[in-house]
């Protein structure tokens, strides 16, 4: 039962359609006049249905070239309806003859035409309705106008005579302006199902084959001219199907074709977001992991610094008797004793003592390099020209010998270490003194700027420079670029400084130009 329900909901339309155009052509054997008006009346019906399905989605239609198709079947309805009530025997327009509803015809199939031609171009482009409507306004009254006041419209029927070549040649150039329409649907599918384009297309070819039949009948009311209508009813059936059957069970596949693409993006969109978002939970759940293991490993980094700190500093410090007792016995040996040596002994001795001496150095460094965040003291609010100062007085000895000029200016108060950050300065302007150029006096400038919540410091000299590949490695401890014959040292003072101004937070780096100077930069953060 179900299937036979379905085999008749699918082939009703088909059989009242055949139906009709039985009837109709039974009618039309009959009485002509009856024919005439039953069929404009179907074309007619079928054109303002379509025009007021069009009009009224046309708020909700994103595809508006349909809105088009309707108000051209609105006015193409009012001449097919002028059409009918000019014909012969409706005795509407008493003094016309069968030329009047002839050009009626014509006019309204040239409009037919054009609007098909128009629609099939525009389709899927956005219009302006209600400048459709004005402009079809002015062509039908223009059209009304040459036909009844002006009579400008070319004669298309003669009585006695039949058809004019106007109205022959024009049958032939309408029905060639439907079949460009027809294949420009074809191409583009005109933004509508392929169901319902296949169906415009069929309605165009039933128009066709209708304006050929009435290029060639004699009389009004002769064969051609009845299959002419008749054809033209299929093709009001094939519009019926294709925009208001569909249109009003289907509505989503004509009217909203275009809403329908647009879901179907989204539902992509929203399945590619769901894949993206399962990504992104795994990512996270990764990152998660990560920062959990590295703070873990922080934690034990930490620990483990802790501890060489803790050991370093013991060593240092545990280490400092024991080389105190061989450098002061070495001595001790020495001044007993030198009578009785011969020189290469006294060399060794002296290079006994040399070694103690370099070893006490590099193991007090190390300690005080331990000490920064060991043995730190609690930060307190600090002039730092005040600090500079103390440094340039331990300096002062080392600054008159090389008869260096030291220009500071612009020192701000800071929290800090106070003991550290003398100590940054003293090795920063130590280095300065130190790595001078032997050809002319030092100069140095200490100077500092507000660069947003961090102090900027600079120290600059115009000692013999340090070459760019060097610029981070100085900041290692035990690293040096001089021998010791040349420039005395451990190589810990710049490791030292880094240290200190990481303990308070800020940064340090060098720029320099080999033979010209050098600048250290640093940062502290604002009281």
């Not at 179907?42 to 249905?49: H, K, P």
């Not at 002028?82 to 014509?106: R, V, Y």
């Not at 006695?160 to 027809?182: D, Q, R, V, W």
Request: hydrophobic share 45%; proline share 2%; net charge neutral.
């Amino acid at each position: 039962m179900a299937g036979l329900s379905d085999f008749i909901d699918k082939h009703i339309n088909r059989a009242l359609a055949l139906i009709i155009i039985v009837t109709l052509y039974i009618v039309g054997d009959y009485n002509y006049l009856l024919f005439h008006s039953l069929a404009e009346m179907v074309s007619i019906g079928t054109a303002w249905a379509v025009f007021m399905l069009a009009w009224n989605s046309r708020d909700i239609s994103e595809n508006t070239s349909l809105t088009f198709l309707g108000i051209a079947y609105l006015f193409i309805g009012v001449l097919d309806l002028f059409h009918t009530l000019a014909f012969k025997g409706m005795n509407i327009f008493t003094e016309s003859d069968a030329n009047l509803p002839t050009q009626l015809w014509i006019a309204a199939r040239y409009l037919h035409s054009v609007s098909f031609l128009i629609f099939a171009a525009i389709s899927r482009r956005k219009i302006n309705s209600n400048l459709i409507v004005l402009f079809f306004v002015l062509i039908v009254s223009a059209i009304f106008l040459s036909i009844f006041s002006f009579r400008i419209f070319p004669p298309c029927y003669i009585e006695g005579k039949g058809l004019t070549a106007f109205k022959i040649i024009s049958e032939y150039i309408i029905s060639f302006i439907f079949i460009i329409s027809a294949l420009i649907f074809s191409r583009k599918q005109a933004g509508f199902d392929r169901y319902i384009t296949n169906s415009l297309i069929l309605s165009i070819v039933f128009l066709v084959i209708a304006e050929l039949s009435f290029t060639f009948y004699q009389y009004t009311d002769d064969l051609l001219n009845k299959m002419g209508h008749l054809f033209k009813i299929l093709s009001s059936f094939f519009v019926y199907k294709s925009l208001i059957e569909l249109g009003v069970k289907q509505p989503l596949n004509l009217l909203f074709h275009d809403i329908k693409h647009s879901e179907e993006s989204l539902r992509g969109m929203n399945d590619e977001l769901t894949h993206l978002n399962e990504r992104l939970e795994t990512e996270l759940q990764q990152r998660s992991n990560a920062e959990e293991q590295m703070k873990l490993a922080l934690v034990e980094l930490e620990r483990s610094n802790k501890e060489l700190e803790q050991f370093a500093y013991v060593a240092s410090h545990d280490l400092q008797e024991p080389l105190r007792m061989v450098a002061n016995y070495t001595r001790l040996l020495e001044k007993r004793y030198k009578d009785n040596l011969d020189e290469s002994a006294l060399e060794y001795i002296q290079f006994a003592v040399d070694g103690a001496s370099r070893m006490q150095m590099l193991i007090k460094g190390l300690l005080d390099y331990s000490r920064i965040s060991m043995r730190g003291k609690e930060y307190q609010l600090t002039d730092i020209d005040k600090i500079l100062s103390d440094a340039l007085k331990n300096l002062s000895l080392l600054i008159n010998e090389s008869e260096a000029s030291i220009a500071k200016k612009n020192m701000p108060s800071v929290r800090c270490d106070q003991l550290q950050i003398m100590q940054l300065f003293q090795n920063l302007i130590g280095n300065a003194l130190k790595f001078r150029d032997k050809e002319r006096k030092p100069e140095i400038t200490i100077t500092s700027e507000r660069s947003g919540e961090m102090w900027l410091f600079a120290i600059k000299d115009n000692g013999i420079g340090i070459p760019q590949e060097f610029f981070e490695r100085i900041f290692y401890i035990f690293q040096r670029l001089h021998s010791r014959v040349e420039y005395p040292g451990t190589g810990i003072g710049l490791a030292v400084c880094k240290r200190i101004v990481e303990r308070h937070g800020g940064q340090i780096w060098v720029e320099s130009t080999p033979g010209k100077g050098t600048t250290f930069y640093f940062t502290l953060p604002n009281a």
